[in-house]
T-cell receptor, first 111, second 113 residues
Framework: RKEVEQDPGPFNVPEGATVAFNCTYS??????FFWYRQDCRKEPKLLMS???SGNEDGRFTAQLNRASQYISLLIRDSKLSDSATYLC????????????FGKGTLLTVNP | EPEVTQTPSHQVTQMGQEVILRCVPI?????FYWYRQILGQKVEFLVS????????KSEIFDDQFSVERPDGSNFTLKIRSTKLEDSAMYFC???????????FGPGTRLTVL
């Protein structure tokens, strides 16, 4: 089983749509969780950390379910500028230094 | 806003040649990392560096690879004898603490011919 697995996508949505990304991780010792976004041929950029209680940043909401080893990201009222690949990333306890990335889900928001 | 910088943006080299990729991490960060991304694949961890020594390395980071912090600002990745399969985007990252958010530089695209 892959260490971090995401919806393969791609997702194509109209502007204003709500879109959800799902991610599962295999290592129960995972400690920190993040969503990054990556534009084509650019670096990953931190979108938000994911906390156990769930957290929101404007139009973005992240949830974590440790029991199910599941992470989600919800984007509401999607904009053209949200078009990117969304990367689910975990950091394992005992390996604080290493981020493990999922392959990413490509989102295209259409006018 | 402080950011990680990397040079060069693109490096083309012949197989068997040595390359050095350079990074300037964010100034108050203490942990430094290299990752790579082969075209169309996921981002992969190579190595982490703290307190002037390697903290962790992946199986990709074999004897052909080395890292160094030659002065107070630069962090370098050296590949001693490049192979075709080393062609990838190499990202440097830094963080304040070990489990804190990591911030990535714009990357160096390495092409090995």
């Amino acid at each position: 089983r892959k260490e971090v697995e995401q919806d393969p996508g791609p997702f194509n949505v109209p502007e204003g749509a709500t879109v959800a990304f799902n991610c599962t991780y295999s290592n129960s010792a995972s400690q920190s969780f993040f969503w990054y976004r990556q534009d084509c041929r650019k670096e990953p950029k931190l979108l938000m950390s994911v906390y156990s209680s769930g957290n929101e940043d404007g139009r973005f909401t992240a949830q974590l379910n440790r029991a199910s080893q599941y992470i989600s990201l919800l984007i509401r009222d999607s904009k053209l500028s949200d078009s990117a690949t969304y990367l689910c990333v975990v950091n394992r306890r005992g390996s604080n230094y290493k981020l493990t990335f999922g392959k990413g889900t490509l989102l295209t928001v259409n006018p | 806003e402080p950011e990680v910088t990397q040079t060069p943006s693109h490096q083309v080299t012949q197989m068997g040649q040595e390359v050095i990729l350079r990074c300037v991490p964010i100034s108050n960060h203490l942990y430094f990392y290299w990752y790579r991304q082969i075209l169309g694949q996921k981002v992969e961890f190579l190595v982490s560096f703290y307190n002037n020594e390697i903290s962790e390395k992946s199986e990709i980071f074999d004897d052909q690879f080395s890292v160094e912090r030659p002065d107070g600002s630069n962090f370098t990745l050296k590949i001693r004898s490049t192979k075709l399969e080393d062609s990838a985007m190499y990202f440097c990252a830094s963080s304040v603490g070990a489990s804190e958010s990591q911030y990535f530089g714009p990357g160096t695209r390495l092409t090995v011919l």
